[in-house]
């Protein structure tokens, strides 16, 4: 065990206290359950909220970076068969 699992695992809030399309709140990446039970869950659960965070920022990231889909010509023709 490390001296650090003797202490109480911090809230991730950042006080962005708002939720994005999916319900996960922007500033931390907890959903409603997980910020509304902080308090009550043990220091494992805690971590593991956390290290679930983390991902959902990464996969966010990723997302946002991706490049706009290309789109193929059949896609972007008119119906006279003109590219737009």
């Given at each position: 065990?490390?001296?650090l699992?003797?202490f109480d695992?911090p809230?991730?809030?950042?006080?962005?206290?708002?939720?994005?399309?999916?319900g996960?709140?922007?500033?931390?990446?907890?959903n409603?359950d997980?910020?509304?039970?902080?308090?009550?869950l043990?220091?494992t659960?805690?971590?593991?909220?956390i290290?679930?965070?983390?991902?959902?920022?990464?996969?966010?990231?990723?997302?946002?970076?991706q490049?706009?889909?290309?789109?193929n010509?059949?896609?972007?023709t008119?119906?006279?068969?003109d590219?737009?």
């Amino acid at each position: 065990m490390e001296q650090l699992d003797f202490f109480d695992v911090p809230s991730p809030c950042i006080g962005v206290c708002s939720s994005d399309e999916r319900g996960y709140c922007k500033g931390c990446m907890r959903n409603r359950d997980e910020r509304f039970t902080w308090q009550t869950l043990s220091s494992t659960e805690k971590k593991h909220i956390i290290k679930l965070c983390r991902q959902r920022y990464r996969r966010k990231m990723l997302k946002e970076k991706q490049p706009p889909k290309l789109f193929n010509e059949e896609e972007v023709t008119n119906s006279q068969g003109d590219l737009f």
